[in-house]
């Protein structure tokens, strides 16, 4: 069984920041991509970034790069999403997501997804 624990989200003023993180208890992800996504209310899940756990390569959505990063810390077989300069539009539940082998843009290509945090950004 594949556990992924998310946390970290919360309400935030515009231009402020939150870390998500997500924690896989008890595993490693060496031949793992993780992903995040977001959703907001009345629209479809949409890709945020990933990253290919075995050499910490990631990738950014353009609509978000430079405003948010993706990491992972190996020893704590965590994987972070550091949000800066936060938008209203921003405001979603994000969710992180699993795969073998390399990361895709594509909610459906991702078999084990964590429950969720929400992310509420005021103006």
């Known amino acids: 069984q594949v556990q992924l624990v998310e946390s970290g989200g919360g309400l935030v003023q515009a231009g402020g920041s939150l870390r998500l993180s997500c924690a896989t208890p008890?595993?490693?992800?060496?031949?793992?991509?993780m992903g995040w996504f977001r959703q907001a209310p009345g629209k479809e899940r949409e890709f945020v970034g990933a990253?290919?756990?075995?050499?910490?390569?990631?990738y950014v959505a353009d609509s978000m790069k430079g405003r948010f990063t993706i990491s992972r810390d190996n020893a704590k077989n965590t994987a972070y999403l550091q949000m800066n300069s936060l938008k209203p539009e921003d405001t979603a539940v994000y969710y992180c997501?699993?795969?073998?082998?390399?990361?895709?843009?594509?909610?459906?290509?991702?078999?084990?997804w964590g429950q969720g945090t929400q992310v509420t950004v005021s103006s």
């Open positions: 997501a699993a795969r073998r082998g390399t990361w895709s843009t594509v909610p459906e290509e991702y078999k084990y």
């Open positions: 990253i290919t756990w075995s050499d910490g390569t990631t």
């Open positions: 008890g595993r490693t992800f060496s031949s793992y991509a």
